[in-house]
T-cell receptor
């Protein structure tokens, strides 16, 4: 069965600090997809990134970067020079290619609440 | 472009009452999902649908029923509400695997429906 672990329940940083959110996953599939979603205080879930299991290239998007390492089953998310608007709950999620009749069910971690203090 | 719309946004029920949450999407997505979010638990899949007229159980289906009579709508029903069903419910949708679209398994979420059962 697939599993996603976000060991950090809550993190507080001072504005402009860098912060890394950890995500460790378990799956028996060789083909799978990893995601990060952001849930700001308003409550909606915002898609940030998708990475497939065959693409271990790190990705950078502005102040956001993602480090995917299959050897350690990790997909960590770093925010550089954090801002107050980054305050949110961040969810890591996993989708196996063969999960349930071809659907794309996501298994979510429990989330990491990030508070950026001005 | 509305995306995924959930109604109602808030509802208070008494134990034993029934209700239906409606999810509507205007993106012509094949797949639709219902998740529930509880503090410290992340999001857990209740039921999902891979097409009109088909539904399947997710991780926590007990106490819920669903229907997908039209492609754009996915209804979540509680026949006899219990306090344990107090939660925030999220509907999501995605393209199907057959589209070949690279973002096919990216889920788009609604804004959520907060349900309280007294």
């Amino acid at each position: 069965a697939q599993k996603v672990t976000q060991a950090q329940t809550e993190i507080s940083v001072v504005e402009k600090e860098d912060v890394t959110l950890d995500c460790v996953y378990e799956t028996r599939d060789t083909t799978y997809y990893l995601f990060w979603y952001k849930q700001p205080p308003s409550g909606e879930l915002v898609f940030l990134i998708r990475r497939n299991s065959f693409d271990e290239q790190n990705e950078i998007s502005g102040r956001y970067s993602w480090n995917f390492q299959k050897s350690t089953s990790s997909f960590n998310f770093t925010i550089t020079a954090s801002q107050v608007v980054d305050s949110a709950v961040y969810f890591c999620a996993l989708s196996e290619a063969n999960s349930g009749a071809g659907s794309y069910q996501l298994t979510f971690g429990k989330g990491t609440k990030l508070s950026v203090i001005p | 472009n509305a995306g995924v719309t959930q109604t109602p946004k808030f509802r208070v029920l008494k134990t034993g009452q029934s209700m239906t949450l409606l999810c509507a999407q205007d993106m012509n997505h094949e797949y639709m999902y219902w998740y529930r979010q509880d503090p410290g638990m992340g999001l857990r899949l209740i039921h999902y649908s891979v097409g009109e007229g088909t539904t399947a159980k997710g991780e926590v289906p007990d106490g819920y029923n669903v229907s997908r009579l039209k492609k754009q709508n996915f209804l979540l029903g509680l026949e006899s509400a219990a306090p344990s069903q107090t939660s925030v419910y999220f509907c999501a949708s995605s393209y199907s695997a057959g589209t070949g679209f690279s973002g096919a398994n990216v889920l788009t979420f609604g804004a959520g429906s907060r349900l309280t059962v007294l």
